[in-house]
């Protein structure tokens, strides 16, 4: 499997415009070429330019592999439907500043608890470094530290890629 993580930055109030897209608009097209949202979250940050909150928003999508990836997303960029939906949602402007990908695949736990993804409360991804060569000494420290003392803290290791 093939996790692909989307991140959009986006213009100063359209965060209630992207939010009506996906509840509304998407779930349908994503339907129609087999694009699977798991999950969707906002980000607490802090735009460091202005001190105020910056408008960042993430989905995680899962494809079998990265052919039929580009296949699904290739035909939704072509679905006139999608590209009524996003002259409509913007309106006047463009709501998103930029955004970035990031392609996951599962490392550690490959029986991913995908349900967990849109369970309510806080989530926390963390992005460790690994030299090359030293998946191994990281999934023993997931296993025998990690895992338990988040057990015993509460919270769940929902997966690793």
Do not use: K
Not at 33 to 43: E, K, N
Not at 47 to 63: E, K
Not at 123 to 143: D, K, N, T
Request: with cysteine; glycine share 6%.
């Amino acid at each position: 499997m093939l996790y692909e993580l989307r991140f959009y930055d986006l213009h100063p109030g359209r965060l209630p415009d992207l939010l009506t897209r996906f509840r509304d608009s998407l779930p349908p097209l994503f339907t129609r070429h087999a694009i699977r949202c798991t999950g969707q979250w906002l980000t607490d940050e802090t735009d460091p330019a202005t001190g105020s909150p910056a408008s960042r928003f993430a989905y995680l999508t899962v494809h079998p592999d990265m052919a039929r990836r580009e296949a699904a997303w290739a035909a939704f960029g072509a679905d006139p439907q999608w590209h009524r939906v996003r002259a409509e949602s913007n309106g006047a402007s463009e709501m998103l500043r930029g955004y970035d990908l990031l392609f996951l695949r599962p490392q550690y736990d490959q029986t991913l608890r995908e349900e967990m993804f849109c369970a309510p409360g806080t989530h926390e991804l963390l992005f460790l470094p690994v030299a090359h060569g030293r998946g191994a000494s990281l999934s023993h420290w997931l296993s025998e530290t990690a895992r338990p003392a988040l057990a015993e803290a509460g919270a769940t290791l929902i997966g690793c890629f």
